[in-house]
């Protein structure tokens, strides 16, 4: 009887102790997607890439058309060649699709490294902000309530209209 008062304690200070630690952290959320699509360097940086895509994809574009006017020319031509010529062109065509393919590779990868040059300081900027705003507010904790990030629910404290604030100053 005694051991069970004993657990009883314990239990119920522990309880208090967990209650008393849960009680004094203060949790706020912010959507870090609208907090980061709002700032104008994300906008500046996302007019670079897509300038970057566009410029590759119209250099893609003309090579698809360069190889679609010679695919047709040697269909036009290809009764009167011999049969080596034909296979030979065939290889040539076979090749600018090979060339083509991979200068679009290259091209994807190249959009990549330059999207994460651009978006690592945006990136590095907005959690700097996030956590001078959540210091000066007192919070202890942050959760990121964009959609998809785990948070099922998110009614404390939102830190989006305050960090935008301190974006403008």
Sequence with gaps: MKSIKTIFLTLALVLGLVSNVNAQSK??????QAFIEAMPAYKDAMKQIKQVEQTYQAE??????????????????AP???DEENQTRMQ???DMQNSIMEYNQTASRDVQKKR???????????????QKVA?????DYVLDSTVGSGVL???GYNLLD????ELSK
């Excluded at 949790?27 to 870090?32: G, K, N, S």
């Excluded at 305050?162 to 604030?165: F, G, R, S």
């Design 27 to 32: 949790v706020a959320h912010i959507d870090t």
């Design 60 to 77: 893609i574009d003309d090579l698809l058309k360069e190889a679609q006017k010679k695919n047709e020319r040697y269909k036009a031509e």
């Design 80 to 82: 009167t060649k011999t």
């Design 92 to 94: 040539e065509l076979q």
């Design 116 to 130: 994460e040059e651009l978006m690592r300081p945006v990136l590095e900027k907005a959690r700097n902000i996030i």
């Design 135 to 139: 210091r000066e507010k007192g919070f």
């Design 153 to 155: 629910l998110a009614d």
């Design 162 to 165: 305050d960090a935008k604030a």
